[in-house]
């Protein structure tokens, strides 16, 4: 079927379009109808978002709750889309920029919104050929997908390096366990903005990618760096003051430590002062059992020397 027919973007408001579930094909229209028709700037969370014409901005959050579906179905239909080189995808920290490729087969060359007219011919098959072009750029001939080299391009760098062969891997792996490459996008920029903050970048706190990547789905974590300021704190005193044979502990903490780490600081007083003269008392009455010399073997740990029970034993002088 060929041809135009002119479709105002007030269905939307219709009770009709919105009285259920949307279809699948209900929702493409939905993203039709939303890309702008000419380039604009948005300020999200007084940050300014610059749009081009044929795309929006468009959480999976937003989608969901407009097209009454799951973030679950909206995110498999949008990788659906992207697969098929209808849409093209680009997801930040605020939220996704999504761009409608061969836009100008549907909004047609000359036409702007609130127009009656449009052209069917000229030079839209030329455009279309263009916007496709610019959607699938770099896929043929590439060692590593485009998914994944824009992945690998904001990867916090570490020192020593990650290997890009093994980190693929890694991801084709995920991918195959049920994880899509906005899931580990999304986790690289947070994971970013998490090493930034924090100043590891260029160290070898960084985790390796293919680690990053790799079954424990480092990934998926929360790598907040607003709510977990406190603990960034208490690991960092802790590094500054520690010696040996006792060990630096990564600033970058899983969920567990995270929790202890927090309890460690209410029971300070939530004072880093208090957090810094306990440390500096534990490393100077430390034992040797603490330093190795158990039937273990094995030098405590920052958790152990964290937990609610060696605070006890440091108030108590029987350390």
């Known amino acids: 079927m060929a041809g135009w027919i002119k479709l105002h973007r007030g269905i939307a408001d219709h009770w009709l379009w919105s009285s259920e579930p949307f279809s699948k094909g209900q929702a493409w229209v939905d993203l039709i109808l939303n890309a702008g028709h000419t380039d604009r700037k948005i300020s999200i969370k007084s940050t300014v978002v610059e749009l081009k014409r044929g795309q929006q901005a468009r959480s999976e959050i937003t989608l969901s ?26 997801t930040g920290h605020l939220t996704s920029v999504i761009s409608i490729c061969n836009y100008e087969a549907f909004q047609g060359d000359g036409t702007t919104d609130g127009t009656t007219g449009g052209t069917t011919g000229g030079t839209t098959g030329g455009q279309q050929a263009v916007h496709k072009q610019e959607c699938n750029k770099g896929k043929e001939g590439n060692k590593y997908c485009d998914e994944f080299e824009n992945i690998w391009a904001i990867y916090p760098k570490r020192k020593g390096g990650s290997n890009k062969k093994k980190t693929y891997s890694a991801c084709l792996a995920r991918i195959k366990e049920g994880s899509t490459w906005v ?39 929360d790598w907040s760096t607003d709510t977990d300021q406190d603990v960034i704190d208490v ?23 995270v929790t202890n780490t927090k309890a460690f600081f209410y029971l300070m007083g939530k004072s880093n002062d208090k957090v810094r003269e306990y440390f ?21 740990s920052y958790d152990y020397i964290i937990s609610k029970k060696t605070v006890q034993q440091v108030v108590e002088g029987s350390l």
């Open 65 to 90: 709750k407009t097209w009454k579906w799951s973030r679950g179905k909206v995110r498999r239909f949008l990788e659906q889309l992207e697969k098929d080189g209808m849409i093209a995808q680009e």
């Open 183 to 221: 899931d580990m996008k999304v986790g690289t920029e947070k994971y970013l903005a998490f090493c930034e903050k924090e100043g590891s970048i260029g160290t070898n706190f960084v985790k390796m990618a293919a680690t990053f990547f790799g079954p424990d789905q480092h990934f998926s974590q």
């Open 235 to 257: 690991v960092s005193i802790y590094n500054e003051e520690v010696v040996e044979p006792f060990r630096p502990v990564e600033i970058v903490v899983d969920d567990n430590r």
């Open 280 to 300: 500096k008392y534990f490393f100077g009455s430390a034992t040797d059992w603490h330093k190795g010399n158990n039937n273990a073997g094995i030098v405590v």
